[in-house]
């Protein structure tokens, strides 16, 4: 790139507009238009685009003239005409101003619901995420954009994808809405076997919630673009894991046959529990992942990676498939990724509405040993419906310490019901511990399950105060 595309900084980078008039489809009365990202600060790669008409594709060039450098610094600069585009941005004739889905970077993609707020990305394909060395990012090298009917309700890109171990070829149907939808259609093609393959990877942000408060050194009560993993496994069981932002890198693979979905979900939708009016952290999207077809053995695996500052994505789930994908081979995956604040991810058991973590023991009487108190509300279902004395339970296991003063009792505040329970470790070790728990009335399960993984402290730090 040129010195001074290269030196741009943040703020000069997002001053780059381009020009509305300029935006592919502009005036022809069709439902969208496509306007491009301006290589710079992140984003040197440049990528072909291309707009497919009846079947033929056209190369879309880069000129200057597209752009207003004005604020930028690059007013006056001879750019060449071959620098080429960062991303594309896709804009619904609802709303000409903002986007509702972008390509940009790597293989990252985002889209918005009704919401109109950005948040979690999801890409291409991750390659050996989470291990202990480089993890290595495929990009879409190239996109083709298929021009839309005038009366059409989605719009096609389609997008080639390359790295040193993998080619792969994907289409992208989308239909914005109040949950935008978008089918993914991918082929791909190894060059050599990939230890850590991550079908449609989400990549998300977690810095402090109400149940992991280690860097809640802002004044904002919480910043997280989405708090906790939700699967849907392929035997029926709903699950929901709350996300931390742990002290190091965390890894976990929940195995299963034939996922029915899996995502990075906002549940916390209340303003008053971020109060943020400039990221808007309540109104971030929910992602989604609807397999369609049977993807076979494997897992849904999480990583949590430690992060001081909101500004670094530290989250990513994906799906593993048990066989190890070698040269030569062809894997072919559909799915249908939903974006939004509601999607098909909620269950229709009891869910989660909140997780609370904090000093056990009993109040008013003196602590003698070391416990943690864990709190989760409930909420949906036919929880509103029960007696106040019906008798439910919580189900609750742990891997490891002793499970006391257990509880379950309505609370009006969510219509729904509260669970409460201490952990008190029973050595010295520092290794997590696996948490599980769901409520019930007799035999019927009235709840997804709750899973969680505490790291206890070292015996020097077991406070009682």
Do not use: C
């Not at 009846?54 to 752009?67: E, H, N, Q, V």
């Not at 500052?309 to 799915?335: C, M, Q, S």
């Amino acid at each position: 790139m040129p010195p001074e595309v290269k030196a741009l900084d943040w703020d000069r980078y997002q001053s780059i507009r381009y020009r509305p008039e300029h935006a592919l489809w502009a005036g022809e009365g069709r439902p969208f238009t496509a306007r491009f990202f301006h290589l710079g600060l992140f984003f040197e790669d440049p990528v072909r685009i291309h707009e497919v008409v009846a079947g033929k594709a056209r190369p879309i060039l880069y000129d200057a003239s597209l752009f207003d450098h004005r604020k930028s610094g690059l007013a006056g600069v001879a750019l060449p005409s071959d620098l080429g585009f960062a991303g594309i941005r896709l804009l619904h004739r609802n709303d000409p101003e903002r986007d509702i889905v972008a390509f940009l970077g790597a293989s990252y993609f985002r889209a918005v619901g009704e919401e109109k707020q950005y948040g979690l990305s999801a890409r291409g394909l991750a390659v050996d995420t989470g291990m202990n060395r480089p993890e290595e990012f495929p990009r879409f090298t190239d996109f083709w954009i298929e021009s839309p009917a005038k009366g059409s309700d989605r719009v096609q890109i389609y997008a080639l994808l390359d790295s040193s171990s993998v080619a792969g070829a994907y289409r992208f149907a989308i239909v914005p809405g109040r949950t935008l939808v978008m089918d993914v259609d991918a082929a791909l093609y190894p060059r050599k076997e990939i230890e850590r393959i991550g079908i449609a990877p989400l990549t998300s942000m977690y810095q402090h919630g109400e149940n992991d408060k280690r860097m809640a050194n802002d004044w904002r009560p919480e910043i997280h673009d989405s708090d906790g993993l939700a699967l849907w496994t392929g035997s029926g069981e709903h699950i929901w894991r709350p996300l931390v932002n742990p002290e190091q890198l965390r890894f976990n693979a929940y195995a299963d046959q034939d996922p029915r979905g899996f995502g990075l979900m906002q549940r916390d939708r209340d303003f008053g529990h971020y109060q943020d009016d400039g990221a808007f952290y309540d109104r971030r999207p929910t992602l989604w992942v609807e397999p369609r077809g049977r993807w076979g053995k494997g897992s849904v695996q999480l990583v949590e990676i430690p992060t001081v500052d909101e500004t670094f994505d530290n989250i990513v789930a994906f799906w593993h498939p048990d066989e190890k994908p070698r040269a030569g081979d062809e894997l072919l995956y559909a799915y249908r990724l939903h974006w939004g604040a509601k999607t098909p991810g909620m269950p229709q058991l009891g869910h989660v509405r909140a997780t609370h973590v904090g000093i056990g023991g009993v109040i008013g009487k003196e602590r003698t040993y070391y416990a943690r108190r864990f709190v989760v509300d409930f909420s949906g279902g036919e929880l509103d419906k029960l007696a106040a004395n019906a008798g439910v339970e919580p189900v609750i296991t742990a891997s490891r310490g002793e499970i006391e003063i257990t509880s379950a009792r309505p609370l009006a505040a969510v219509s729904g019901y509260r669970a409460m329970f201490d952990l008190k470790p029973t050595d010295t070790s520092t290794d997590p511990i696996n948490l599980r728990l769901y409520l019930r009335l007799g035999r019927r399960t009235l709840t997804e399950t709750w899973l969680y993984q505490w790291t206890p402290p070292p015996p020097s730090k077991r406070s009682l105060r």
